[in-house]
């Protein structure tokens, strides 16, 4: 039975990875993530489906955490 794709660029990144460009797609079911700028994004990505939260706000009285530094980073600016 065939892999079932969830996009045309999963296809491509799961079964044409000797491409010129190379996708790589996330494993996790259900998620359509993919990205062409190397493992690292990739797991920086992954990140966002554990629950691990490290990154803390530091404003006076927040409290917040989050997975990545970019949410973080979106959050700040509502102080």
Do not use: Y
């Not at 990739?42 to 530094?69: I, V, Y």
């Amino acid at each position: 039975m065939p892999a079932q794709h969830t996009t045309l660029a999963q296809h491509g990144a799961l079964l044409h990875p000797h491409d010129r460009i190379r996708l790589r797609a996330c494993p996790v079911p259900g998620c359509d993530f993919v990205t062409n700028q190397g493992r690292a994004r990739l797991e920086k990505h992954l990140a966002t489906h554990g629950s691990e939260k490290p990154f803390k706000c530091e404003h006076e009285g927040c409290g917040k955490a989050f997975k990545t530094s970019e949410h973080l980073k979106q959050h700040a600016r509502c102080h």
